[in-house]
T-cell receptor, first 111, second 114 residues
Framework: GEDVEQSLFLSVREGDSSVINCTYT??????LYWYKQEPGAGLQLLTY?????DMKQDQRLTVLLNKKDKHLSLRIADTQTGDSAIYFC???????????FGKGTRLSVIA | EPEVTQTPSHQVTQMGQEVILRCVPI?????FYWYRQILGQKVEFLVS????????KSEIFDDQFSVERPDGSNFTLKIRSTKLEDSAMYFC????????????FGPGTRLTVL
């Protein structure tokens, strides 16, 4: 079945860039998403990328997609303490179909 | 900005009791979903709903679970006879449908089964 894998932890210093990585197995994944979850809160959609794109930039966020390797990354420039959260990678076959999530990467930002 | 809302934020129940979790999706959205997240684990899909019927469900969504859209705004998840292992955060999500592909999530309901 479909699977999405992420490393569990990442620690960076404030002001540095963070790169969170994700791999997925389903070659029919059409849309790939990044969600942010702060402690005790819901899932906030950060960005998504369509599988025919290599890169998408949105302010401090850059998403890179290597479709051949089924590898997705989220780069956060100038990481702030407010970026400390769990970041989930998710994929969907068609945009309306259910999301398959990774286990999430806990980002800790050290001041 | 429109958002998905969920009530209650926290529900405590005894094992074997029925619970109903409520969601109000974004008003013009057409696809609705329930997901759950057991503490410390990944978010798992339960069920999707479109055009007043279930469009897809996971293995988790057994006969103990049901969903309903009783009116034009609410979307509910009922668990008939709760088990300890149903304790989790339950998220409702909605999307407009293609070409819009963003699924927007509610803040969740934390269900604790004692």
């Amino acid at each position: 079945g479909e699977d999405v894998e992420q490393s569990l932890f990442l620690s960076v210093r404030e002001g540095d860039s963070s790169v969170i990585n994700c791999t997925y197995t389903d070659s029919s994944s059409t849309y790939l998403y990044w969600y942010k979850q702060e402690p005790g809160a819901g899932l906030q959609l950060l960005t998504y990328i369509f599988s025919n794109m290599d890169m998408k930039q949105d302010q401090r966020l850059t998403v890179l997609l290597n479709k051949k390797d089924k590898h997705l990354s989220l780069r956060i420039a100038d990481t702030q303490t407010g970026d400390s959260a769990i970041y989930f990678c998710a994929e969907s076959a068609s945009g309306n179909t259910p999301l398959v999530f990774g286990k999430g990467t806990r980002l800790s930002v050290i001041a | 900005e429109p958002e998905v809302t969920q009530t209650p934020s926290h529900q405590v129940t005894q094992m074997g009791q029925e619970v109903i979790l409520r969601c109000v999706p974004i008003s013009n959205h057409l696809y609705f979903y329930w997901y759950r997240q057991i503490l410390g684990q990944k978010v798992e899909f339960l069920v999707s709903f479109y055009n007043n019927e279930i469009s897809e469900k996971s293995e988790i969504f057994d006969d103990q679970f049901s969903v309903e859209r009783p009116d034009g705004s609410n979307f509910t998840l009922k668990i008939r006879s709760t088990k300890l292992e149903d304790s989790a955060m339950y998220f409702c999500a909605s999307t407009l449908g293609l070409p819009q592909v963003e699924q927007f999530f509610g803040p969740g309901t934390r269900l604790t089964v004692l």
